[in-house]
């Protein structure tokens, strides 16, 4: 019988290879070539990395000397992360991508916010320098910065 010696990397891996299969298996963009890249081509290139990574991550939980349990799932930091997101993606057309990074990083970095408030305002402004740089200054896409 096939002993797991770290049960959260086996597991993580097995949710890594199962996204990156789904992400190849829903591939409806043409994925073009090295030299004419499709729309396709970028998540097909994810996708494979997700699957290289969750084999790996699989690999390294089966081997692993340490044997590590998984602890039961807390209700409340998954809800404040996924609220975090989703609000980004709802808000990012209506408010801009300074609102919408701002409640993200809220609700990813919800633990923070009370007891470092000047840490999560660095944080912010530091994902939101970034974001400004690479996907509106150099990409150059259509987003607004405020409404």
């Not at 944080?123 to 910065?145: C, D, E, G, N």
Request: overall charge positive.
């Amino acid at each position: 019988m096939l002993q797991i010696g770290n049960l959260r990397q086996f597991w993580s891996g097995v949710l890594f290879a199962v996204i990156g299969v789904l992400a190849l298996w829903q591939l409806p963009q043409p994925i073009g070539s090295l030299v004419a890249m499709g729309p396709g081509y970028f998540p097909m290139l994810l996708g494979i990395g997700l699957v290289l990574v969750g084999l790996l991550s699989i690999v390294f939980g089966v081997r692993s000397q340490t044997h590590t349990d998984i602890e039961r799932l807390s209700l409340v930091p998954t809800f404040f992360i996924i609220g975090g997101i989703v609000a980004m993606a709802l808000l990012i057309d209506r408010a801009g991508l300074a609102v919408s990074l701002l409640c993200m990083v809220l609700g990813t970095c919800y633990n923070r916010v009370l007891k470092h408030p000047i840490e999560v305002a660095i944080i912010y402004l530091v994902v939101l320098a970034m974001t400004w740089a690479v996907f509106i200054y150099l990409i150059q896409l259509p987003i607004t910065l405020f409404w």
